[in-house]
């Protein structure tokens, strides 16, 4: 770790100001991704800007339109424990859960969520090649041990995976992100905040140096009758998702009126492909319709030598996904799917 200069910010304004324009002056919130990066040199800093002191992003509060405004800096086990976000996101807290440790989830904020990096061997390993941690520089992953990599939306310049279980929720649940910084305020909506890596996977997503996260929007509509998060992992205790799978449907009998379906660990961001979600509208809600959703969804699918698994996988994943998604007793936030 190189020595940094540390910094404390009670709001936005003092945030901004300490980051003064310098990339090398970084934003600490939980501290349980920055913290590791630095240590293992694969970033360095000038000065961590600590925001834990805002007064104003800690909150969960109600909006006017009937959604919900998400704090930057409450922590991921607040967010997931939260009577009001268990009873009327429950896909959220569920997918919150199956992420991380408790121990993790007690400090790890939602702004710090949207923003960690990549789990990907080579890019942790300063001696490699990474063009996401050494633009220019080849990626080790293509050729090399990829069996977490992405099958989705991948360049030749990076086969990287977005690691976060929450944001494939908050992607499902069309979320906002609020965001201030030097030129103002300005929303996001959450599928462009995350980047595909096209030639430039250094670049995570579209928040702009000195601009800080301050909260996060839930629309009114949680899909909090029929909803399911489907975590799959090498070890069920503690892992990143190979493959996950938020679903929300709006259900008329068994007549689906809305499907949102968002997969994780498949690509750079949160992937979801409206034209399955179109498909479904007016279909009965059964394995086949499922089935060819899926089909859809993972069109252009491309695997590698030792990722090819996820194909399959990722459609079997949509397929019981939906099917469970009809059973809202058996998701209540906590509770693990039978694997
Ligand atoms: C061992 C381990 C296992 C994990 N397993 C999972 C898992 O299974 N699923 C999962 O989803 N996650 C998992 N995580 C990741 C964890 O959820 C993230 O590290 C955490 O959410 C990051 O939040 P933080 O507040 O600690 O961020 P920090 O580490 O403080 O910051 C992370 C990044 O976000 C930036 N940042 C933080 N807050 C803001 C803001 N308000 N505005 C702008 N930028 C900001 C920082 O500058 C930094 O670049 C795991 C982490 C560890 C260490
Ligand atoms: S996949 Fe991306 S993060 Fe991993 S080695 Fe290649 S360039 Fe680096």
């Not at 976000?85 to 904020?109: D, V």
Request: with cysteine.
């Amino acid at each position: 770790m190189n020595n940094f200069a540390y910094a404390k910010a009670t709001n936005a304004a003092q945030a901004i100001e300490q980051l003064n324009g310098n990339t090398q002056n970084k934003i600490v919130a939980g501290g349980t991704n920055i913290n590791d990066l630095l240590k293992y040199f694969v970033t360095q800093a000038d000065k961590l800007v600590d925001i834990n002191p805002f007064i104003d992003n800690h909150a969960i509060t109600p909006l006017e339109n009937g959604g919900v405004r998400l704090g930057a800096l409450v922590t991921n086990a607040d967010t997931a424990y939260n009577p009001v976000i268990e009873s009327k996101y429950p896909l959220l807290s569920k997918a919150i859960l199956a992420g991380a440790s408790a121990q993790i989830r007690n400090m790890a904020t939602n702004g710090g969520n949207l923003n960690q990096r990549t789990r990907c061997y080579y890019f942790y390993d300063v001696n490699t090649p990474c063009n996401k941690r050494e633009p220019g520089s080849g990626c080790s992953a293509i050729k090399g041990y990829n069996r977490i990599h992405a099958i989705l939306g991948q360049s030749e310049n990076c086969i990287a995976v977005f690691p976060s279980d929450m944001c494939v929720a908050l992607a499902a649940l069309n979320a906002t992100v609020n965001i201030t910084g030097p030129d103002g305020d300005r929303v996001l909506a959450f599928a462009d905040y995350h980047r595909l890596p096209g030639d430039t996977p250094h670049i995570d997503n579209n928040l702009k140096h000195g601009e800080i996260i301050t909260g996060i929007d839930l629309p009114a509509k949680g899909f909090e009758k029929n909803y399911s998060y489907l975590k799959l992992r090498d070890r069920a205790s503690y892992s990143f998702a190979l493959v996950s799978v938020a679903t929300g449907l709006d259900l008329d009998g068994t007549i689906i009126n809305e499907a949102r379906i968002a997969l994780g660990g498949v690509a750079h961001k949160p992937w979801r492909v409206t034209a399955a979600e179109d498909f479904l509208k007016g279909k009965e809600a059964t394995q086949d319709n499922f089935a060819a959703a899926a089909d859809i969804i993972l069109q252009g699918a491309q695997g590698y030598e030792y990722n090819n698994f996820k194909i399959p996988l990722a459609k079997r994943a949509i397929i019981r996904n939906g099917m469970m998604a009809l059973n809202p007793d058996s998701q209540r936030p906590g509770a693990q799917p039978s694997l």
